[in-house]
């Protein structure tokens, strides 16, 4: 059995449901209570890529910024791969998202990044399709914290791409 360890950041706004991304993949439960993040919180979970291996997902919930450039670089450090989230319901979270997409991959060329629209339970399918443009860089994944909607998926492609 072939085992590998990568980390993965969340970075984002604040309360785009980083926190609750990573509750609903580790623990499979879901609160309405708002805790904001402060520094960073690192959960972990094994994930089965194939019969014959498996990946331990060490997974850093960092506080959000409003300028990704405010991340502390020594959280960065090492990094394996990014989930980068906006809230589908937050023009805020979403207006700079090309510009802090350029700066990640720019500064981390050669590290895989997923990047999310979450609390898609809020909007309809319909609103997403129709205003696609307006994210400006097109999402990986529209997740719900709430409900799981595709949270496992997006964790475990990017465990995939990690292990290539």
């Known amino acids: 059995m072939k085992k590998a360890s990568k980390k993965i950041i969340l970075l984002g706004h604040f309360g785009v449901g980083k926190s609750s991304l990573i509750r609903q993949f580790v ?11 402060i520094g960073v919180h690192i959960l972990k979970k094994e994930v089965k890529i ?3 291996e498996t990946v331990s997902l060490i997974i850093w919930d960092l506080e959000g910024y ?25 023009p805020a979270t979403f207006e700079n998202l090309k510009d802090d997409i350029t700066y990640l991959t720019n500064q981390y060329a050669n590290t895989p990044l997923k990047i999310v629209g979450n609390k898609a339970d809020l909007v309809t399918k319909t609103y ?8 400006a860089v ?27």
């Open 27 to 37: 623990e499979n439960t879901f609160t309405t209570d708002y805790k904001v993040t």
């Open 128 to 135: 997403l399709k129709e205003n696609k443009d307006m994210f």
């Open 138 to 164: 097109a999402p990986d994944f529209f997740t719900s914290a709430k409900t799981g909607d595709k949270v496992d998926d997006m964790f475990i492609a990017l465990a995939k791409e990690l292990v290539k």
């Open 66 to 90: 409003d300028d990704i450039r405010k991340t502390r670089a020594s959280y960065l450090l090492g990094t394996h791969g990014f989930i980068y989230v906006f809230d589908v319901t937050r």
């Open 50 to 52: 194939s019969p014959e």
